[in-house]
């Protein structure tokens, strides 16, 4: 006999609103019109605008398969020779921190599924202490924080006036917050709006968080997707280890290493000594436990044959270039173009200043939104655009969709 159901119990469960990145992705397939362009997620496409699987990734999974790996579960804190590859790249092989055993690495569920972990981590044995994010920042940042339970606020990062760094704003929020507070900083190429501080300023926020025993937790998402190179990407995380600080840091092999889907990242937590490295670790593995068991093997594998074998570490730093590249070329293009459009003499050059994946193009909620309603062209109503969707041919229409956008909406 069938059940009769009068009122669900799920009645009181209200519809989600999209997802203000991925439900970007949704409209774009929903919309028919052939001039159609998808700039909202942050995803490589190839200049024809497809999807790219790099050739050193299907290298590394030629090998995987000739070498018959099984399908075994992993450890809870995930596979050993990814995790010491992956601390190895973000610090150096040399760095005193891995040579002293002072860092507790456990493979994430991606640069997210990590970011999560931290949380849980700092929940559980710093309840109450505040999280501090940059205004703006990836939404997702606190969707993180709110469902691990920690409380978290802003500190001032973009300035409108010069689509540039607030930095005076920057320090002193984080000077005003209470003292022993969590900083979470991008590491490279800050998404949403492209802009990084400069070394020295890096400098001055490592001695205002020095100053305030303030904690960083870095988000490193774009490790050699910003500039081409893994190293310089991953300089201000090493100024910081070399000052001696406690640290998170959050790793993502989502875009420099195009594996998005896989869910690979590491969740790295750098100590004074090798003794509490090992604490923290097992206490990590113990919050992994009971969220997921144990990690996805299969981008563990790739992420370590590539970084574990020199000429396809090689190959891989070549195609991370490759990608850079093309995207400073439509950065570049896309200025050009709106300079020679716009009559007006507005300074577009805050566009060839930032870096990464990412524009902030100081397109507000409704400018934004003529732009996919009447342009087609789709992307998040902050203002930001994902110039790695982009190729030479359409730079032309977009920047007659921003001048438009910019010059007749309000
Ligand atoms: C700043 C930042 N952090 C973390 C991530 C995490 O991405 P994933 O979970 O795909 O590694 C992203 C992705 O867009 C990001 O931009």
Not at 36 to 55: C, F, I, M, S
Not at 89 to 105: F, S, Y
Not at 107 to 122: D, E, H, K
Request: charged share 20%.
């Amino acid at each position: 006999m069938a059940v009769a159901v009068d009122v669900s119990r799920f009645e009181n469960v209200s519809m989600a609103p999209p997802d203000p990145i991925l439900g970007v992705s949704e409209a774009f397939k929903a919309d028919t019109d052939a001039t159609k362009l998808n700039l909202g997620v942050g995803a490589y496409r190839t200049e024809d605008l497809q999807p790219y699987v790099l050739k050193v990734v299907n290298k590394a999974e030629q090998l995987m398969l000739e070498r018959g790996e099984n399908k075994e579960y992993l450890p809870i804190e995930g596979l050993a020779a990814f995790n010491k590859a992956t601390a190895e790249l973000l610090l150096g092989a040399d760095n005193p921190v891995i040579k002293n055993g002072q860092i507790a690495t456990v493979q994430g569920l991606s640069g997210t599924g990590s970011l999560r972990l931290g949380a849980a981590f700092i929940a559980r044995y710093f309840p109450g202490v505040k999280v501090l994010i940059s205004s703006p920042t990836w939404g997702n940042h606190k969707n993180i924080l709110s469902d691990a339970g920690v409380p978290w606020s802003e500190y001032r990062y973009f300035d409108p006036q010069t689509v540039g760094l607030d930095f005076k704003g920057m320090i002193e929020d984080i000077k005003a917050a209470p003292n022993g507070s969590v900083i979470l900083l991008h590491g490279c190429a800050h998404n949403p709006t492209g802009i990084d501080p400069t070394p020295e300023q890096w400098e001055a926020i490592a001695d205002v968080l020095e100053e305030k025993g303030h904690m960083p937790f870095f988000d490193v998402a774009y490790q050699g997707f910003a500039s081409g190179s893994l190293d310089d990407d991953a300089s201000s995380v090493r100024k910081f280890a070399s000052r001696g600080f406690e640290m998170f840091v959050a790793q993502s092999y989502s875009k420099n290493l195009g594996l998005y889907a896989e869910r690979i990242g590491a969740i790295n937590v750098i100590l004074p000594t090798a003794d509490l490295a090992a604490r923290v670790k097992s206490q990590l593995k113990r919050l992994a436990r009971p969220m997921y068991s144990n990690p996805p093997v299969h981008g563990a594998r790739i992420v370590a044959n590539v970084v574990g074998d020199s000429v396809l570490f090689d190959e891989w730093r070549a195609e991370m270039q490759m990608m850079a590249g093309r995207i400073k070329g439509v950065r570049q293009k896309l200025y050009e173009a709106l300079l020679s459009k716009d009559k007006s003499g507005k300074d577009w050059s805050f566009i060839l200043k930032q870096i990464g994946m990412f524009s902030f193009t100081g397109l507000t909620k409704s400018q934004s939104d003529n732009m996919t309603d009447k342009w087609h062209v789709y992307m998040t109503k902050d203002g930001r655009i994902s110039l790695a969707g982009l190729n030479l041919a359409k730079c032309d229409y977009l920047a007659d969709a921003i001048i438009d956008s910019y010059y007749n909406v309000k």
